[in-house]
């Protein structure tokens, strides 16, 4: 690993540290993994490469907007969250950890109450 391989992967470190966190990216905006810390058998450069997908859409769907990119994607499943924050200009971070780690501020009522 080079020695800016090394200082990004230090730099994840922090959130690794936050417990239920499985695992912490920097990927560029076409999909490769930059640095990982991540959970044994996790498998970055697949999630990396979905993410680009996720951050295409989100460009896309600014630009339909009149806005800038997105500046935070969260993606929420059952038992795992997703959240994408630049970091850099080049670089965005991918946490992906339990809900009750990685959860968003606001919910919608979906229960029709």
């Known amino acids: 690993m080079s020695d800016q391989a090394d200082t990004l992967a230090a730099r994840l470190a922090p959130y690794r540290e936050t417990p239920g966190i499985i695992a ?5 905006h076409d999909g490769f993994v930059v640095a990982a810390d991540a959970d044994a ?9 979905q993410v680009a997908g996720a951050i295409d859409m989100g460009s896309r ?3 339909e907007l009149g806005q800038t990119a997105a ?4 993606v929420e499943f059952d038992e795992i969250n997703v959240v994408l924050a630049p970091f850099g200009d080049e670089l965005m971070l991918v946490l992906v950890g339990v809900p009750s780690t990685l959860v968003c501020e606001f919910r919608l009522n979906t229960t029709g109450a």
């Open 24 to 28: 912490a990216l920097l990927i560029s």
């Open 41 to 49: 058998g996790f498998n970055a450069d697949a999630v990396a490469a």
């Open 61 to 63: 769907l600014a630009g």
């Open 71 to 74: 500046k935070y994607i969260s």
